[in-house]
């Protein structure tokens, strides 16, 4: 695999450190101190912070901000002009970097394009946010969230798709133990 692919108008800071095989197109700005996986690609007029960390093989759309306090796991994809936040109270004259939230997303989530995560809340491991949904709340794995407040529809499996009630998706045929309460991957098909 090569090294980082960087497009000529992008802009990387020292002490960023990019995975083999990533591409960094147009306009996007990565931050000094934030290390981004192998295999991942960042769209047009992407920002990453400093010390942001970032998986391998995440795709993050165009006009996509990542700012410091938010973890990204490995196979995330995240839509277009999504949104996250790391304070909770902000004020333009009140100086509050020394309080972010943490948001951790977790393995394979998808977040829809301008949907919008309100930091301190977890994104469990192939989530599947919708487009233009707000998150207020801790996501559990598999969930599948839409609206604003984003309220829990379904789950979905770690394919996409969204799961019948019997838990065997109709994709890719694995099988799950859905719940009330939560969603759990058993075995592959067959």
Not at 77 to 101: I, M, Q, Y
């Amino acid at each position: 695999m090569s090294g980082p692919v960087i497009h000529e108008t992008a802009v990387v800071d020292d002490g960023a450190q990019l995975g083999a095989g990533t591409r960094v197109w147009h306009f996007t700005h990565v931050s000094g101190g934030s290390t981004i996986g192998a295999s991942c690609v960042l769209g047009q007029n992407v920002f990453i912070g400093p010390g942001v960390e970032i998986g391998d093989r995440v795709k993050i759309q165009n006009n996509v901000s990542v700012y410091a306090g938010v973890t990204i796991a490995d196979d995330v994809f995240l839509g277009p002009s999504c949104v996250f936040t790391n304070v909770l109270t902000p004020r333009a004259h009140v100086e509050r970097k020394d309080v972010f939230a943490l948001t951790p997303v977790g393995q394979g989530v998808t977040v829809g394009a301008n949907a919008t995560i309100v930091c301190g809340h977890s994104l469990g491991d192939y989530a599947l946010i919708g487009a233009g949904s707000v998150i207020t709340k801790d996501v559990a794995a598999h969930a599948v969230m839409v609206g604003n407040p984003a309220r829990r529809t379904g789950w979905a499996c770690r394919c996409g798709e969204v799961l019948p009630s019997d838990g065997v998706c109709v994709r890719c045929g694995d099988v799950y133990e859905v719940t009330v309460q939560s969603c759990r991957w058993v075995k592959s098909r067959g």
